[in-house]
Nanobody, 124 residues
């Protein structure tokens, strides 16, 4: 079992930045690809970014390219999402997740472990 806990969410103005963190316990994260997802009210959970087990490969959803940066530290068993140039449409609950799947997996159903989610609100 892997337990994941997100932190770092909050309320910021459009154009601002936030850094989300995901701390894991139970098992070492280097056995899993790690991803960030988000879910806005009334919408389905959507893929944001994924990072490979070693951290050498990264893939982003088109809507966050050049604005968000995913990273991981397998020694500290953590993952982060640096979010810059935030827009009101980025408002959502953000989730970190771990999967034993192949790198590049973007489907939420194929992730094995999830955090509880953290609210990110961007005001205009």
């Amino acid at each position: 079992q892997v337990q994941l806990v997100e932190s770092g969410g909050g309320l910021v103005q459009a154009g601002g930045s936030l850094r989300l963190s995901c701390a894991a316990s139970g098992r070492t994260l280097n056995n899993y690809i790690m991803g960030w997802f988000r879910q806005a009210p009334g919408k389905e959970r959507e893929f944001v970014a994924v990072i490979s087990r070693s951290g050498s490969r990264i893939y982003y959803a088109d809507f966050v390219k050049d604005r968000f940066t995913i990273s991981r530290d397998n020694v500290k068993n953590t993952m982060s999402l640096q979010m810059n140039s935030l827009k009101p449409e980025d408002t959502a609950v953000y989730y970190c997740a771990a999967a034993s799947a192949r790198f590049g997996e973007t489907r939420p159903g194929n992730y094995d472990y999830w955090g509880q989610g953290i609210q990110v609100t961007i005001s205009s």
